[in-house]
């Protein structure tokens, strides 16, 4: 059990407002590592290969989506708040240019998923752990500029209400559906605080839903998909 405030209520996670975004982060590092070690491996057949292709996918849908909100709707938020400021709007820039810089390198990985499971040999899954690793180092690259530098400036720009605003905004654009995979995907390794700090955001059925359907679910299939 985590600890509470004197009020009961949850004490603020360590990394504060930004931890469900450290925490989608993290799951991508996490997910790319694990599929350029899985399309490694012999003896991959053709079944595992379809499900590691429609992980990817999966990932890559989050990847796109995690930018478009950003890219559509974060950035023109915070920027009107930065005018004048030449050095934090260059660092939006840049934000935006490592995303447009991304894309081809998930478009070339999707691309060999479509053809592994049919295709499957040793030289097929190094080739495609290289596209996996190319893009994990680059994106770390990206990650690791917006964790650094780019998380202080939203800091200072936003409010917490202004933030958590686009926060709910955000979650609700999810849908149910898709916080049914979503939530225990960022939680696969998440510190219990930082959990249950983000799972105090949406509403109750969602709550409840994540901690006795969709994580337990999760955990008993997620696993046999990094095997053989």
């Known amino acids: 059990m985590t600890s509470t405030e004197p009020n009961g209520s949850q004490p603020d996670p ?3 407002r930004f ?11 996490r997910d790319l590592r694990r599929l350029r070690d899985a399309v490694r491996s012999p003896g991959v057949d053709s079944s595992r ?7 990817w ?26 005018a004048g400021k030449t050095a934090e709007l260059e660092v939006l820039d840049k934000m935006e ?18 053809t592994y499971p049919n295709q499957l040999s040793a030289e097929a899954g190094e080739g495609l752990a290289l596209k996996l690793d190319e893009l994990a180092t680059l994106l ?39 916080s049914a995979r979503f939530f225990p995907w ?4 998440a510190n219990p605080q930082e959990r249950a700090a983000v799972l105090s955001m949406p509403p109750p059925p969602v709550r409840i839903l994540s901690g006795y359907v969709w994580e337990p679910r999760y955990k008993r299939q997620n696993p046999s ?4």
Request: with cysteine; net charge negative.
């Open 97 to 114: 240019s490592q995303h447009h810089e991304l894309e081809p390198k998930s478009l070339a990985i999707t691309e060999d998923f479509g």
């Open 49 to 55: 290969a379809r499900r590691l292709g429609a992980h």
């Open 186 to 189: 960022i939680f696969d390794g």
């Open 140 to 178: 770390a690259a990206h990650l690791e500029d917006e964790e650094t530098h780019c998380f202080p400036v939203i800091d200072a720009a936003l409010s917490v209400e202004e933030f958590e605003s686009f926060g709910k905004a955000t979650a609700k654009a999810i849908g149910m559906r898709g």
């Open 57 to 82: 996918n999966f990932v890559n849908d989050q990847l796109h989506h995690h930018h478009a909100v950003e890219d559509d709707s974060l950035w023109p938020l915070v920027r009107p708040k930065l």
């Open 14 to 16: 360590p990394r504060g």
């Open 19 to 29: 931890t469900i975004v450290y925490l989608i982060h993290e799951a991508f590092r």
């Open 225 to 228: 998909l990094w095997t053989n």
